[in-house]
């Protein structure tokens, strides 16, 4: 599998800037290892929607998949009793 170009949306840069120092790494640390494997063993397809999440403790980072450009978007980096409200 060939590696994927991550990028983060601005307001998600803004929720890991957020995030205590030592789960900001660990949220980091899984972030880049989407670039490797977009679908690793864990992650979800969000229902009705064309997102992916994957979860670091009780926090989830919701992320769009383009296959056809090679891109992971990470859109939502959130805590997961407010990561899939509107």
Same mark, same amino acid.
């Given at each position: 599998?060939? &590696?994927? &170009?991550?990028?983060?949306?601005? &307001?998600?840069? @803004?929720?890991?800037?957020?995030? %205590?120092?030592?789960?900001?790494?660990?949220?980091?640390?899984?972030?880049?290892?989407?670039?490797?494997?977009?679908?690793?063993?864990?992650?979800? @397809?969000?229902?009705?929607?064309? @997102?992916?999440?994957?979860?670091?403790?009780?926090?989830?980072?919701?992320?769009?998949?383009?296959?056809?450009?090679? %891109?992971? %978007?990470?859109?939502?980096?959130?805590?997961? &009793?407010?990561?899939?409200?509107?």
């Amino acid at each position: 599998m060939g &590696s994927y &170009s991550v990028r983060i949306v601005r &307001s998600a840069e @803004k929720e890991i800037a957020g995030l %205590t120092a030592p789960l900001r790494r660990f949220v980091i640390a899984r972030i880049r290892a989407l670039a490797h494997d977009p679908r690793p063993p864990g992650c979800q @397809k969000l229902t009705g929607e064309d @997102k992916y999440r994957i979860r670091q403790g009780d926090w989830r980072v919701v992320y769009v998949i383009e296959d056809a450009i090679v %891109t992971v %978007t990470v859109v939502r980096v959130a805590h997961r &009793s407010v990561v899939y409200r509107r």
